[in-house]
Structures are given as structure tokens and as C-alpha cells.
């Protein structure tokens, strides 16, 4: 093969993606006549394109990239383990990588989370979570505790259970949900909060809201809360302090399961291993995980489970029963050695630490571009951050202008060698873990400069000012 990983060059093989392949969030009505740009290799927290452009990959390809690309020693890895053992049927055996790794993380997870189940990425582990709660209340003869209590604006994944869980406007036309299952809160959007309330105020409303859900549905009827500790793809939502010691409070007083979705918080992002307790000081009774957990090498997922929640429906609780949701590469081994290499990696490079130490200057350099006159807010924690374009910071919520103007920026962060995601109006980073001061200030220069292009580019036109 060639750089670009094939016999064919790059141009036959934008041909081949045009005319074969179907992207996710495929815009129908562009269907084989354009094409995303063709990265070719990697090396640290930078990608090449087929063109030969260097970038700087500000979203970490998809909040997963935790330790830089192309490490030898998670290609070691991954060779030696499809030397040793390339698969196992995880129905009828077990393989080491994958006891070993259940081990390793739940040394990592917080309180009585002792038992892992393996998936194959994100969407599958808040799936097979899912599947457990409805499990576990079938097992405990309640079988009408099954709803599930999620927020607008938050993402879980694009399998049928978790779409419907997921609440975001854009990934909802022509499909069909399993809506009946699922209610939805309010997002814990300081920033777009009701005009007039105070942060403090706006906790008490979101509490409140919770709490008269939970007496409108009935406690005997809700299964679980799912939520975020973060919500990533919706914007990098923060809730106000306190807002997940609360709920969970409120969780635990209606024996409702509380889901801690650290897809994407989960491996180092916010400087831990997971935000869940570190960061919002909760023990949640599941965490799921995916992306950084591999470094995104290879797909792999799984949710971690308490001990004390485990015991209601295992041993003699177990009523006959048998779990009955899995993979055929649920644990698969090649995925279960990248991930304790990565883990491995993780470790003996301190880059936990080393994300706690260089956070607070990644988001100095963020919040100062608040003052641009496009930029209505900037927020984030740890290693995560976004920059929100309001063109009419008077408008209740973002425009489908401030949506085409980020796209703008998008484009010149990437003409200038910048990878950005774009999200609605919101400019998200979520660089590579291993990001050196000296490379957030690239990153900062060229979004900065793609926004000031940006907005002379407007007054030019005459569309803003
Ligand atoms: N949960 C969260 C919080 C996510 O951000 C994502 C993906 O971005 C998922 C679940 C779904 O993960 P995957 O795309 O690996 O299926």
C-alpha cells in the first residue's frame, strides 16, 4: 500500500468514496457528488489530508484520540494480541485482554462499580445499559419501571434505543423513535437559561423540574436517569454546580438507576479517568465508556455496573435469569490489549496530569476569544471547549445565520490547518490529550484569525456589523 493505505491513489479513491460509500449524517440530496476530505496519515495531534496538508485535529477525530496518533506501542500491541489470539467467541470463553482490562477499570471507576460488560463502541454501550435496566426491573418483578429520563440536547448514540434517547432536534427527521420509553428534561444550558434567572435560580428550576417529572410519571415507572456529565455533541453544557448530586439524590430516594454517560469524559478528558465522581462528585450505579478508553486504535465500549446493583438480580436474586444482550465481539481481544496499552500509556506518560496542568491555560486562551464581537460565549473543563457565534446575541436561541457563520470559521480553521467540529453554531474543541502549550497557541491563532477573517468578511457583505 501506499501512504494513503491502498493500491489505488488518493484520486481513485475519492472517486471510490464518492461513488460507494454512505457517511454518517450523509447529506442525501449530495449523495455522490461531493465527497469529506480524505485524511491520510497521522502523528501526534496532527492529520494529513490526501492533498498533503498538515492539521492540527482540534476535535481529537471525535473526542477519542486521547493519546496522539500512530503510537508504536499500541500497534505493538494490537499486532501481538491478532498473533496470539485474533478472536474469541465471547458467548462460550473468555480471553485474557479482556478479564484484564474489566479489572484495570474498575481500579478506575469510582465506588462499587466492579463489574464491566464489554460492546463495541459508544452507542452500544448506553444500549446495552439500557437493556440492563430493563433487565434488572423485569428480574425484580416491576415491569413498568422502565422509563428512562434523559435532557434536550443530549446525544447517547444511534442505535434505536439510544436516538430516541438522544435529544437533539437534527437527528430526529424521518426516523422513528422508541419515544414511549423516554422523557425528556430540560438542558442544563447556563448560557441559554430563561432571560432573568440567575444561575442559582436556574438550578432550583432545573431540580424542580426533575422532581415534579418524577411525581408526574411516578417513581414506579421510571427506570433510570441517563445523562452526560457533560453534554459534548450538545454544545459543552455544563450544568450549574451541584445539579448531578441533586438529581442523583432524588434518583436514590425513588430507587431509580442512574447512568453516568462518559463516552466521551471517560479516559482523561477532564484530567481524570472519569469526571463523574472527580469532577461532579457523584458515584453514579452505571458509567458507560468508549472512544478515549482505546484512544479511538480500535472500536470498543462497555458500561461498568455497581456491585450493589448487581446483587438484586445476580446469585440467588438471579431468578433463573440469564442477560441476554451481547456481541459477537463484545471483549473482543485485539480491542482489549489497544485498551490496556492505552491505559498503560496513559499511565506512564502522567497524561492525566499533564491534562490538569496545561486545562487551565487551554481555557484561558478559549475564554479570551470572548472578545470578538461574533463570539456570544465561551465555556468548558478540562480539555474540552467551545466557542458559540451569536450574530444577534438579542435572539432567544441560535439562528440558522450563526449556523452558516461557524461553518465559515470552520472552513478558513481549515484552509489555515485547523480541523474544527462544527456543531450548529458552536465551534467545539476537544483536542488530543497530549496537546503541548505551544500547539493550543497554534490552535488559538488560527481560530482566532478564522473568526476575525470571518467577521470582516460580514461587514464586507454587508450582513453584519
Ligand atoms: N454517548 C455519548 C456521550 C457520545 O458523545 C457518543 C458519540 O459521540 C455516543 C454515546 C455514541 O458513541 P458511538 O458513536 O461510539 O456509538
Known sequence: PNDVGSQWNAAELVEAAREHLISPAEEMAKLGTVTRPMLTTGDGVYVTNAQGRRLLDGPAGMWCTQIGYNRREIADAISAQALRLSYNSPWYSVNGPSAELAARIASLTPGDLDHVFFTTGGSSAVDSALRFVQFYNNVLGRPDKKTILCRIDGYHGSTHLTAACSGRAGNRPNFDLALDTVSFLSAPNVYRRPKGMTEADFLEFLIGEFEDRVAAIGPDRIGAFLAEPLLASGGILIPPEGYHRRILDICRRHDIL??????????????????????????????????GVTSGYVPLGGFALSDAVLARVSGENAKGSFYTNGYTYSGHPVSCAAALANIEVIERDGILAHVRDIAPYFQEQ?????????????RGTGLVACVECVTDPAAPEATDFDKEVSRRIDHHCYELGLIVRPIGNMCVLSPPLVITKAEIDSLIAILRRSIVLTQDELRAEGRWS
Not at 466521551?264 to 472512544?291: L, N, Q
Not at 478559549?366 to 465561551?378: A, C, E, F, H
Open 258 to 291: 442512574y447512568i453516568s454517560d462518559e463516552v466521551v469524559t471517560g479516559f482523561g478528558r477532564c484530567g481524570h479517568w472519569f469526571a463523574s465522581e472527580a469532577v461532579f462528585g457523584i458515584t453514579p450505579d452505571i458509567i458507560t465508556f468508549a472512544k
Open 366 to 378: 478559549i475564554r479570551s476569544l470572548k472578545q470578538l464581537p461574533l463570539v456570544g460565549d465561551t
